[in-house]
């Protein structure tokens, strides 16, 4: 039973945290225990343990006796998110590179080959599947560090992936040929062991993303500082771009 219950409570904490990072829970949007038990299927107990863990995390905010609400989101908050992840991945970069072996070269040119296999089907206009495009996209970042050893490290760079990712699907997926070619280029300096130019890459991939995604900020979140609930079809629109 006990089992159980914490297999449905896992289930249930990563149905929250997807759809927080996917803005079907809306940044700044408060959360009703009630309503979550209802949408969740889950207990009212089990819910305040799953938020205070997505509280430690940095993606939801407790409010005292007031409850709960997804953290905000705004442009100064994604620049820092974006340095963070680019400071944590350009150093475990440098040291995958260095001690990368042959089977760390496999995972790196798997895991592109599915996401190269994505993005070409979003160029051709499916935009149906962005939590694959997610899941590959993540593959493959982390297995170009992988083989730095520090976990600590991995740690705090998924961390920092996620919360980076967030912005991404709440204003826009995809920037198309461009980030497609980034990751190419970066599968070709990882297989030269090429360190320089790949963080020189991975530096203008992830700035270049946080500028476009500026630019394609909505009106109401300059307004605002965060998003409003998400409009039907904007996941759809926002894999388009």
Excluded at 53 to 79: C, D, Q
Excluded at 219 to 239: D, F, M, N, V
Aim: hydrophobic share 40%; charged share 25%; with cysteine.
């Amino acid at each position: 039973m006990g089992v159980n219950a914490e297999t449905a409570g896992e289930r249930t904490y990563r149905h929250i945290r997807r759809d927080i990072l996917f803005g079907r829970l809306a940044p700044a949007q408060k959360l009703k225990l009630d309503g979550l038990k209802e949408s969740y299927g889950v207990s009212i107990s089990t819910l305040r343990e799953l938020l205070s863990r997505l509280t430690s995390e940095g993606l939801i905010v407790a409010e005292g006796a007031r409850g709960f609400e997804v953290a905000p989101i705004s442009p100064e908050n994604l620049k820092e998110v974006a340095n963070l992840r680019q400071l944590l991945e350009c150093h475990a970069m440098a040291l995958s590179f260095a001690t990368g072996d042959m089977e760390w070269e496999g995972r790196v040119v798997a895991a592109h080959h599915k996401l190269a296999v994505v993005e070409s089907r979003m160029l051709a206009g499916d935009r149906s599947a962005p939590d694959l495009w997610k899941r590959y996209d993540w593959e493959f970042h982390h297995a170009l560090i992988s083989a730095c050893g520090l976990k600590a490290h991995l740690d705090a760079h998924s961390a920092a992936y996620d919360k980076y990712l967030r912005y991404q699907m709440i204003a826009v997926v995809f920037r198309g040929e461009i980030a497609a070619r980034e990751h190419r280029q970066l599968l070709e300096c990882a297989l030269r062991r090429d360190t320089k130019s790949a963080q020189g890459v991975l530096v203008k991939h992830i700035q270049d993303c946080v500028s476009y995604t500026l630019a394609n900020w909505p009106s109401e979140l300059r307004a605002h500082g965060s998003a409003p609930a998400p409009r039907q079809g904007r996941t759809s629109r926002a894999a388009s771009a």
